[in-house]
């Protein structure tokens, strides 16, 4: 198990790291990835590049951000703490009342020690995000028309770059399973660091053994790096890809869950729940409907790929979610082990399962093969006819495994597994 490690690196080299989806903060972390990984790669999308309905934003940076009181005292310090500043905020210098700067600062009522995760990618706005319990203390300790100096020393460049990370581990085949997970929330340990660490794990694991299948993991910026990769790879992701799993939250030992691809019927969906039954595990399963990452992309009309999402609590299903309070306290290395081998087991169902595919489109000539009677004495297929043939290549479509096959049709493992091996001989299906 090396979960400990990824642990550990995520915790004291990433966490600190100001990650959005584009900047220094988040090229960093990719860097940290590739010392691990070698053979890792770290790639770009140009700001301002059309990705069907989307554009690239801009690449934003920031150095320093504070609020200096009247008596010129720092009170807040985006050096404290990351999430201070509204992602993506524009360079600000400027002096207000402490009515003006109110209009400014956000909190969370409800949760008075947590400061919350507040963003602004595609509107250019600014502002700061502290406690609640800090936020009723100022307006209590000054006075309406006492002056604040609000400093965010931020650039947006507009002919900058989207960073993200992309690891192809070779198959046998090159059908692929895809791995993805997110990049872009800073100072946030389940939401994402824990998949960034989950997947590095799963990484190491399977860059040693020798898999059926090519997996690619992905770390892409949430929402608009998913846009841009599918804008950039559509062909290649509908032509080889035969599974896979958005990697998200998953690093809290309280619950396991999942939400299936949105029909329910991918061989992504069965290995998961597969991999769950095997390690004894009950489990929560998400309606699509209630889709919040990347799986909006993967799965949406015309892409289809056939993708689920693991989590262990589901984003949005934890107290802590988008605040400060979502730290090493709540991600732990039992809890990411938990996680990761879920993940692990449903890689590797899918890796070992085999998926037949007819090798003609519409039906092949049984006739001129001496197929087209019944099949037992002479060719030893268990008394299986024509139709049994046929009724197998309706189902070889890449999608269905010969478990799957043998349910729809009709026929036992033992069964199922002699006529794959008999259309294997007779050069129908690959």
Same mark, same amino acid.
């Given at each position: 198990m090396n979960i400990k490690q990824f642990y550990y690196i995520g915790k004291n080299q990433m966490y600190p790291l100001c990650r959005s989806l584009s900047g220094s903060g988040t090229l960093e972390t990719l860097k940290i990835i590739k010392k691990n990984f070698k053979k890792f790669k770290i790639k770009k999308?140009? #700001? !301002?590049?059309r990705v069907f309905d989307w554009k690239v934003p801009s690449q934003w940076e920031i150095r320093d951000a504070y609020i200096l009181d009247k008596f010129n005292k720092k009170i807040v310090n985006f050096k404290n703490n990351n999430l201070h500043v509204v992602g993506y905020s524009i360079p600000i210098?400027?002096?207000?009342?402490?009515?003006?700067?109110?209009?400014?600062?956000?909190?969370?009522?409800?949760?008075?020690?947590?400061?919350?995760?507040?963003?602004?990618?595609?509107?250019?706005?600014?502002? $700061?995000? %502290?406690?609640?319990?800090?936020?009723?203390?100022?307006?209590?300790?000054?006075?309406?028309?006492?002056?604040? =100096?609000? %400093?965010?020393? +931020?650039?947006?460049? +507009?002919?900058?770059?989207?960073?993200?990370? *992309?690891?192809?581990?070779?198959?046998?085949?090159?059908? *692929?399973? /895809?791995?993805?997970?997110?990049?872009?929330?800073?100072s946030l340990a389940n939401d994402?660091?824990?998949?960034?660490?989950?997947?590095?794990? /799963?990484?190491?694991?399977? *860059?040693?053994?020798?898999?059926?299948?090519?997996? @690619?993991?992905?770390?892409?910026? &949430?929402?608009?790096?998913?846009?841009?990769?599918?804008?950039?790879?559509?062909?290649?992701?509908?032509?080889?890809?035969?599974?896979?799993?958005?990697? #998200?939250?998953?690093?809290?030992?309280?619950?396991?869950?999942?939400?299936?691809?949105?029909?329910?019927?991918?061989?992504?969906?069965?290995?998961? &729940? &597969?991999?769950?039954?095997?390690? @004894?595990?009950? $489990?929560? +399963?998400? +309606? $699509?409907?209630?889709?919040? #990452?990347? *799986?909006?992309q993967f799965c949406s009309p015309g892409v289809e790929l056939p993708l689920a999402s693991i989590f262990r609590t589901k984003y949005g299903e934890f107290p802590e979610y988008h605040n400060s309070l979502d730290n090493f306290n709540l991600v732990t290395i039992k809890g990411l082990e938990g996680g990761y081998k879920i993940a692990k087991q449903a890689i590797l169902n899918i890796n070992n399962k085999i998926l037949p595919v007819s090798k003609y489109l519409c039906e092949p000539q049984l006739g001129k093969r001496g197929l087209y009677k019944l099949? #037992?004495?002479?060719?030893? %297929?268990?008394?299986?006819?024509?139709?049994?043939?046929?009724?197998?290549? !309706?189902?070889?479509?890449?999608?269905?495994?010969?478990?799957?096959?043998?349910?729809?049709? =009709?026929?036992?493992?033992t069964k199922i597994n002699k006529l794959y091996k008999f259309l294997l001989e007779k050069k129908l299906i690959h």
């Open positions: 999308f140009d #700001s !301002q590049k210098n400027k002096t207000l009342n402490l009515l003006q700067l109110k209009k400014k600062i956000y909190s969370l009522p409800k949760q008075t020690d947590a400061i919350p995760y507040m963003t602004s990618y595609y509107n250019k706005d600014w502002g $700061f995000c %502290v406690t609640d319990k800090f936020k009723r203390k100022l307006l209590k300790k000054y006075k309406k028309n006492d002056k604040f =100096k609000v %400093v965010i020393k +931020s650039k947006l460049k +507009s002919r900058g770059k989207i960073n993200y990370g *992309e690891y192809l581990i070779k198959g046998k085949s090159k059908k *692929e399973i /895809l791995i993805s997970t997110y990049i872009c929330h800073p994402n660091l824990s998949g960034i660490i989950v997947s590095m794990a /799963l990484m190491k694991y399977f *860059e040693t053994l020798r898999n059926k299948k090519s997996i @690619r993991f992905l770390f892409l910026p &949430e929402t608009i790096g998913s846009i841009a990769y599918i804008s950039k790879n559509l062909n290649m992701l509908r032509k080889n890809v035969i599974g896979g799993y958005i990697l #998200s939250c998953i690093g809290d030992n309280r619950n396991h869950s999942c939400m299936f691809s949105k029909y329910k019927n991918t061989i992504s969906d069965t290995s998961l &729940e &597969e991999a769950y039954k095997k390690n @004894r595990i009950k $489990f929560k +399963s998400y +309606s $699509f409907l209630l889709r919040g #990452s990347d *799986e909006r099949l #037992s004495k002479k060719n030893n %297929v268990d008394s299986q006819d024509c139709w049994k043939i046929l009724d197998f290549l !309706q189902f070889a479509d890449g999608k269905n495994d010969l478990n799957k096959i043998g349910k729809y049709i =009709k026929l036992d493992k």
